[in-house]
């Protein structure tokens, strides 16, 4: 198709820990002609100083919030033929969301606008899931009478824009006044459900925990999210581990953490197959002397640090050969005491449980307290003998060991719904090694004493844990 200029308009208020993420994916698309403008509310956290680092044009919005009017303003500065509504708390889902958002212009006449997908991350809350998987659903479909339309992720043609504003007036909803208005007067909405988007929160609220629990589960166990016709094979032993490393050199040249998790693979009596999975800046030809089956370099939009691992182990899933009849090993490398008889222990833990994701998990023995605003609230009974608190609370340990089957692993469907854990009663064993100084203890304890390797010290911090 033919390129038009889109202007995407992002409207921020305290998005610091949201922004980042969303100009990566915005500026990576395919689509290069673009600008992006920042409508920005008055930001009294970092979000102003994180903008300064991106190609954008930061424009500040005056006086009290009113949703059409920020709009409007955005809309007086953009220069495109297209304007695109993007939340600065969404992320767009691969390298194709804008051209996806703009493509059924070139189909379809008399569009007044097109919005797209927007999705939950995993860990999303029960409320937002229900409400985003419920409204946001798989098939594309043509607008005639239906008005709904929703602003985090849309676009409408400039021209029409300039025609009819938003309402400045109304304090929510404008997107959807908006979209009614122009289906009265015979235009069409499209909804392209390719050009999808990650977001943090659904388009309503309900504290009602116990009945959007159950609507979740209701969604999920039916496979009403992402519906599969094939029937459930009978679980299989997991003979491929995959094994995600965004910087195999993050701690040392030697690559030793890297090493000593694909040994306890290869002692493994059940796994035959290694997958390494690296970030999408390394090159292939570094890692040969790696005693793996397969090296796979990860696609640069599924390497954002807010996906977490999921989406690009999911991709490489997806291209194995019959993958939903398979089941899947997948460890961390920074568990320097782990060894291969508890891989294969979690493996037939696996295979006895009824479960289709199992997971290492231990025991947390002392009290928890949640942090809010500056006060501790104990999770449970606080500070109770042993015997008098009935509840007892686990962590999981992902990284250490987990096994699913291929379909689980591609899906939407959120792991926490259909799995077990195993309890990890060695304590040592569960030491990981998630910064810099971890690894020189333990370099300076187990492996300098042996003379293995040699080491460049610095600060750097292990990131994009599972």
Request: aromatic share 12%.
């Amino acid at each position: 198709m033919s390129k038009f200029k889109a202007s995407i308009i992002i409207r921020t208020k305290n998005e610091e820990q949201w922004i980042p993420y969303c100009l990566e994916a915005v500026i990576n698309q395919n689509y290069s002609d673009k600008e992006i403008i920042i409508i920005d509310d008055d930001s009294t956290d970092k979000t102003l100083d994180i903008l300064k680092n991106y190609p954008v044009n930061l424009y500040k919005y005056e006086g009290d919030y009113i949703p059409g009017k920020s709009l409007n303003f955005g809309i007086s500065k953009a220069k495109g033929d297209f304007i695109i509504f993007l939340s600065g708390h969404c992320i767009p889902k691969n390298p194709y969301w804008l051209e996806n958002l703009l493509k059924p212009f070139k189909k379809y006449k008399n569009l007044a606008g097109v919005y797209g997908r927007q999705e939950p991350f995993r860990f999303t809350s029960d409320t937002n899931k229900r409400d985003l998987w419920n409204t946001f659903g798989l098939d594309n479909k043509l607008q005639i009478k239906d008005s709904f339309f929703h602003n985090a992720n849309s676009c409408i043609p400039a021209k029409i824009l300039k025609k009819y504003k938003f309402d400045e007036t109304a304090t929510n909803i404008e997107d959807r006044i908006w979209a009614t208005d122009r289906i009265k007067q015979g235009y069409r909405i499209y909804y392209n459900s390719n050009a999808s988007v990650y977001h943090w929160h659904g388009i309503n609220q309900d504290n009602n925990k116990i009945r959007l629990s159950g609507v979740v589960r209701i969604l999920e166990d039916n496979n009403l999210i992402s519906p599969s016709h094939e029937i459930k094979n009978k679980k299989k032993v997991p003979e491929t581990a995959i094994l995600p490393c965004l910087d195999p050199f993050l701690f040392d040249k030697n690559m030793y953490l890297l090493k000593k998790s694909i040994n306890d693979l290869k002692q493994s009596k059940y796994i035959k197959k290694i997958i390494l999975l690296l970030g999408s800046d390394q090159k292939k030809h570094n890692f040969k002397i790696l005693e793996v089956d397969d090296i796979i370099i990860r696609p640069k939009h599924l390497s954002s640090l807010i996906l977490g691992q999921w989406p690009s182990i999911s991709h490489v899933v997806k291209s194995l050969k019959s993958f939903k009849c398979k089941s899947f090993f997948v460890l961390q490398e920074n568990y320097p005491y782990r060894n291969s008889k508890q891989i294969d222990e979690l493996i037939e833990f696996y295979l006895n449980s009824k479960s289709r994701v199992v997971m290492y998990g231990q025991k947390i023995r002392n009290t928890i307290f949640e942090r809010s605003k500056k006060k501790y609230k104990p999770i449970g009974l606080p500070f109770a003998p042993k015997g008098i608190e009935k509840k007892r609370y686990y962590s999981a340990l992902k990284g250490f060991g987990m096994v699913t089957d291929g379909d689980m692993l591609t899906k939407e469907i959120s792991i926490h719904e259909d799995f077990e854990m195993k309890s990890l009663n060695d304590q040592f064993a569960n030491i990981q090694i998630n910064c810099q100084k971890d690894f020189v203890d333990y370099y300076k304890n187990n492996i300098q004493k042996l003379k293995v390797i040699k080491l460049n010290i610095n600060h750097r911090k292990l990131k994009n844990v599972i």
